[in-house]
């Protein structure tokens, strides 16, 4: 039975519980706390009025983000990254991935030269902190401009279409959705997906860890998480009163 | 009337609301969220079994401490220290700090070759942070060794004496307990005070930024501080039921 | 007509004219120079008799990768990484993909506690670089396991299957093969596939740089790998004399 | 009998042989090398037309140190920061306490938009190398304004007070002034006090190595601390011919 | 017989075998492979438009070096600098060279507020990577300002004299020219000469590895190096059909 | 006249006074204040009992040199190497020389598996660090090794032959010995030459700054530092008392 399977019990195409709490700090323009499931990430999004030197001028906006790990947001302590002085090759391409994504779903030409920096914080790291760390970004970074528009600094929020993330993967020979970390460190296939909510592809990122996979279960995987996209998108705005 | 000089209401020798949870994160030995009114700092506890190459079969101990901020904590986004790849000097002094206050609470001698790692990060700061940590990591620490109680690798809490921290300053001419960010960035004099259960002082860190001051005001100040402590000490205990 | 959409006057389907010449420098176990077209790389494997320290005692080896781009590979020079003092997020994030990759076609408890260092670098750049990094890749890796079984510290080559890379792209709305750096600059979207010799899928990674994709435009992009790899991996047994 | 107490045969409250050497090199604005016994210093006081850019357009100066030692200024060598590609937290941590020492000694509001870099190298290391820094940087600091007097950029030199610096500790039970080498790497309890003219204070950092000090040792050590600085701002005074 | 004495059973008076290749790589205004025997470097000179702080304003330009080895250009595997953070000692000490050297066959206030940069990347080591640079980075600066002229931007190649580069050394107990590895990495005395087509000193660089050496064999080994540069630049003009 | 050449007023082929102060700090086994006129140099000798890993186990010692400048010992204040996280290009190649010099002068296999390390730290520069630093090792690696006799560990010092190095350039057209900085930054040429007591070159350095100098201008240098080289190594051995 899949639902003896997975060691969370939970059915492969089910998703962990998410929660999405919204204004977790005071001083960032957006602030969200997002879980999903024992991952927990802050995502904030903070505004500044100036553009990176490449776009200086063009009348445009940017969008870029940050990761990172508190040292004990895992089983074991990791090193901090401030303390090594570097960042790892892995901080470096989630936090590549998330301002890609946020880009993608934000209009950058629309809200003047003004930077957004997205920051993504896991607290605590159970699987999925990048899935987590996008769909949790794409409501701060709503909010975020909500407060351009309340002060009059822009008139609409420039959003293109919401976006939301999730991984999949093969675990024990099973297509599953949204691994939690003990599926994370077994599994043959891991896959994060991000996508809007036309179910159009922002990005695909599959990696064959043990077994290369066929087409058959690529497609499988790409319709767990269609499905699973779909429903972080309508908790996104629900959570926002949309 | 006193009452209404600070930004917050609060009487002169008033700390603001403390609130310590325990457990606040899964991974670790020992975690606490700790609340200084709107400063949050989470504090872990990690235990490591061996030592710095310094220490090396001396049969003893060592704790540590790192101290981090999220890059928006604070009012304006700060830039991230892993990402600007060395910490700053605010960073290590009060890393240095926190450890220093720590491996004065316990006896460095009584729980065999391990590390106990300190994380204090900075959720949301209003100042104090660094005496909010120190605070906090006091039960994240305390929590820690119980566990290695429990898995019987030790046969008692190496605790010394508790320590607890405060800031104290002369703002606008008044001494006043537990500075927040407003009276912070703009009081006369400025300092923290670590001390222990039996009312003796680890550390005392007093700086003028303006006005030099004199030995009344210092010794104001240090009974204001001794008094906070006293009831951040009975907190601590509260908390962890003793 | 398809055949003049593109700035190279290639059909959507046609490869780059693809060259892999061996023994290209003399010290490496491995060495290949790698052309698609005007991409050049050289790619080189190195073997050295001694595994990380987390595998040490495993009696497995392990297989790593760098890759870096001469200042002036490109259109205009680039700052130097060594004079920088870092490597960048994206570096890092192709010698990632070609570790993978890499560790995918070989057997890694196959030849000993040993590490094979694969270097990547590119030469002239013209798009596709970390594609034709992998593929040159793996006939470098080929040429130095067979050294080992010459030297027979090995009896055989400890190959699972053979891997080759291409990426395909969405130009001017047509799903096209290889993307030369005129097409890559422009384009709307581009993938990254790393596939078996029996069309399994190692590595897929598919961004949206400007409209997101359809499923249906996804579907294409991989038939239109899956030939660009078959006919790299005949390419590659050939220069082997397989 | 106390005087036979300490290692140095000294009394507990009797300062080291200080000398204070100015123009000791001659490209410095200001140039002192100040002797606490075995410990040397050279201060050196370096003006620059330009201010950080947090001030600039302000109309007022600023004020800032930088601390090293020499490898082999103590027992055994220790790395050169310079080589290690970074600071330590103790040298961070005295940097920024030589600077906060001497912004309070002058008026930054009274040179215009300059730059005062102050640089402490110790030569020879015996304990004391901090306050001995301030306490010699405030006369290379003075000789540096002197000279701007002279170029008639300013009219008077703008010192607000005198400023000087000594550490006082408790040694095997006695306070004492003015700890040693020997002294320092035993002690108890070390506090360092930087003091004006007029006898308040400007920074107080005391630690307790050991055991936690109570409040009757701390005012024994704050009035050792006194009596030297008044000692010791009469030797500034007197070999800058006031 | 003198003959029989080098490894490679060359004359003591005779270079390797030099190919000078223009045009190697396309998108440099500058490029040239040039090998002495197996070693093999790439030299590019890219314009760009503008002059370091330093110079801005002064009407003149400037010509900057930047020196690199593949990891694998080596008998065993060097780690890669990019990767380490850091340029070696030996590094940065060749690119001052190749820099000083060029800066003294061109005239640098011909060709206006312009920085020409030189890379010189070793594809393959096998001694005298420095010479081989020296000079094929002479030709390929030429080339670049070939294209300035070509453009109108300046009126004629600012080249002052030709310059080139060979090592000589006493490999055992006889002075040879243009040093193999085999015979650099045993040899007694080492010396690195850049002259210009005058026959007139740019750089000597001696290092008596082993005993140090008497006037008299520095007088030969400085025949030696004449007589190979005036060979090197002929053969430098004569890939530029002058 | 050529006595009215020099700004100092010196004669071409003359020294500055030259001091050499033994014992200058306590803390090193070999510790000098050089002094070649206003250019103060601190060499100090560290003895440590063992060797780097290269070497480990091979019976012999080794001999390393670190080189730096207080912030404030030039015209104007340069950056502390130590704050900006990195050492020059200059100072890199400056300590790769000194220790190149010294591991001339004394016999590798005669201390066992030890390595001196020497500190060269410029108190005031005024032209000729470099070569002031190499004369000054000398002597302080000569009272380190009478350490070791001292404490019976070897049976005599391990000196080849005293080595000392000196600066000669071209100024105004007259070759003169021993650059002070006024000659210095405005010569032709500047050649530092390394020599022994039996007047066999160890290190031979010439540049060209601005016009390529012919070989007699090179032999005349080469005289004039040999008569430089020869009153150095006779003042070494005075003050060594040999």
Known sequence: MSQTLRPSGRAPDALRPVVISRHFTKHAEGSVLIEFGDTRVICTASIEDKVPGFL???GQGWMTAEYGMLPRST??????EAAKGKQSGRTQ???RLIGRSLRAAFDLEA?????L???CDVIQADGGTRTASITGAMVAAYDAFSKLVERGAITAIPVKHFVAAISVGVYQGVPVLDLDYPEDS?????MNVVMTEQGHFVEVQG???GEAFDRATMNRL???AQEGITDLIALQKQVLSM
């Open 222 to 224: 790409l319709d767990l």
């Open 186 to 190: 077994s599994c043959d296939t891991d």
């Open 117 to 119: 920096h997205i920051d």
């Open 56 to 58: 200086k001028g063009k």
């Open 207 to 209: 990696t064959a860890e």
């Open 111 to 115: 809200f003047g030269e003004r930077t």
């Open 93 to 95: 391409e989630i936090q």
């Open 75 to 80: 089983h074991t302590r990791m090193d901090r």
